[in-house]
């Protein structure tokens, strides 16, 4: 199996982008997203560490992963893995259930098998594939948003860092926010925090999933994908979002979404 990827984000669905890809040596780092992750595996097998726990997905099973779920992904058997994934922002959600019913907060469960919804996913990945649009697009997305309902269910999610945020660490996380595009030394942070640097990292870690850098990585990879969906160059990106050069946030940006940023740029239609 040979490696490609193609991302999608189709102009009259907004909050929802999809990504086709197949790996082999290809691995996540540890990340997040602030969508809903709802992906199929068509060949292969993927495992992948999901907050404290060890994931295994096979062809013909989908994962769905909630919004801001710390994970990795990489090929869990030599041939690799193929998948089709759908990211939904969760006011997409909100917005096709309205008052029908409660609104989705947390998954039943990680990685299962529903042939109903399975078919549901690859016909939408294929209209994308096919630059379908319209209203055929918007009923084949309720298709699926309808049938994943039962997957979800209305609680707040129950993370294993499910205890109350640590104050210094709610500081450190706002400092990051407000200088995701500066270099922040650990002592700067430390001091903000109110913690030695060894205490604020293993503090961190243990309330997010992710060290420091890996918080700030994330959030600048964020506001990437915003600035290329609104057609700013790549070369103008990285130096808006931190990193070193257009090589640095071609590396650092493949790493996390699969796809270069130029990739990423072009998908929309």
Do not use: N
Not at 59 to 79: C, I, Q
Not at 199 to 211: M, S
Request: a positive charge; charged letters at 25%.
């Amino acid at each position: 199996m040979t490696e490609h990827a193609r991302y999608f984000r189709p102009s009259g669905l907004p909050g929802i982008e999809a990504l086709h890809a197949s790996f082999v040596s290809h691995a996540y780092r540890p990340h997040s997203h602030s969508t809903w992750t709802v992906a199929v595996v068509e060949r292969g097998a993927a495992r992948f560490e999901l907050d404290a726990t060890r994931q295994h997905a096979e062809r013909g099973e989908l994962f769905v992963l909630e919004p801001e779920a710390v994970h990795t992904g990489m090929a869990a058997v030599p041939e690799g893995w193929a998948y089709k994934v759908l990211y939904l922002d969760p006011r997409v959600l909100d917005a096709y259930a309205q008052d029908d019913g409660a609104v989705a907060r947390a998954s039943r469960w990680v990685v299962f098998r529903d042939p109903a919804l399975r078919r549901r996913l690859l016909a939408t990945h294929a209209a994308l594939a096919g630059e379908r649009a319209g209203l055929e697009l918007d009923e084949l997305v309720a298709a699926v948003l309808d049938g994943l309902r039962s997957h979800l269910r209305p609680d707040p999610p129950a993370r294993t860092r499910g205890r109350a945020e640590h104050s210094a660490v709610r500081r450190a996380r706002a400092h990051l926010r407000e200088r995701f595009d500066r270099a922040v030394p650990l002592a700067e942070l430390a001091e903000v925090a109110g913690l030695s640097r060894f205490e604020l990292v293993r503090r961190f870690h243990a309330q997010t999933g992710l060290t420091p850098h890996a918080f700030q990585t994330d959030l600048r990879i964020a506001r990437a994908r915003a600035l290329l969906a609104a057609g700013d160059p790549p070369a103008a990106v990285a130096a808006d979002c931190g990193f070193a050069d257009q090589p640095h946030l071609t590396r650092v940006f493949k790493r996390s979404v699969g796809v270069t940023p130029g990739r990423y740029a072009r998908a929309a239609r």
